[in-house]
Every structure is written in C-alpha cells, then in structure tokens.
C-alpha cells in the first residue's frame, strides 16, 4: 500500500511540473503543440504507424531535453540568486545546445522519413 501511496506522490510532483511547464514556459508548450502535431500530420503524409512513432519519439525527447534545460536554469537561477557568473553562462548554454541538437535530430529524422516516402 505503501508503494502505491509513493507513486500516487510521483505523479502528483509529476503533474504539478507539467502545469508550470504549461503555463511559464513557451518552448514546452510549443514542443506539445509539435508533438500533437505529428501524431497528425504524419500520417496525412503517408507515414506508416512505425514511422510516426519514430518522428513522434524524436520530437519527445526534444521536448524532455527542453524540460531537463528549463530544470537547469531555474536551479542555476537559485544557486546564484540571478547573478551573472560564467560558468553558469556556459552550464546554461550547453544545456541549450543539447536541445539544439535535438530539435536538430528531429528534423532530420522527419525529413529523412519524408524523402523515403516521396521517393519511393
């Protein structure tokens, strides 16, 4: 009984994050809004199940990259009390770059999806 009561608790810090990221934070939102997107436009396209599932999972774990770089900010943010140091500059900016590269990989992956689908 224990357990469930923990992970009742799990979800509930789960959802109460889920609702800032909802209503502070643009980038997440937008992200959801791509995500339920996919799961649309795909197979308008052509895609097969498998495939949107590859592009939707690409386009989650921007968006999980997002939620872990909006955690790395707001904690920095407290650490430093919003001061400037450079070092939490670059811990920042590399956080970002990671979402960078994701945002990356998911475009390459639907248009690679996608040039497999006209070409073939």
Known sequence: ????????????????GL???????KNTRLLMVIMA??????PLLG??????AVVFLAVTITAVAEIINTAIEITLD??????FHPRVKI???????????CVFASVVV???????????
Do not use: H, P, W
Not at 1 to 16: P, T, V
Not at 78 to 83: A, F, H, T
Not at 112 to 119: H, K, P, R, T, V
């Open 110 to 120: 639907f248009l690679i999806i996608l040039a497999q689908n006209i070409f073939a």
């Open 47 to 52: 895609f097969s199940g498998f495939q949107t």
């Open 1 to 16: 009984m224990r357990e469930i009561l923990r992970l009742m608790q799990a979800l509930q810090y789960a959802l109460e």
């Open 78 to 83: 407290l650490i430093c009390n919003g001061k």
């Open 37 to 42: 997107l996919t799961l649309i436009i795909c």
């Open 91 to 101: 811990a920042k900016d590399t956080a970002s770059c990671a979402v960078l590269f």
């Open 19 to 25: 609702v800032y990221l909802v209503k502070e934070q």
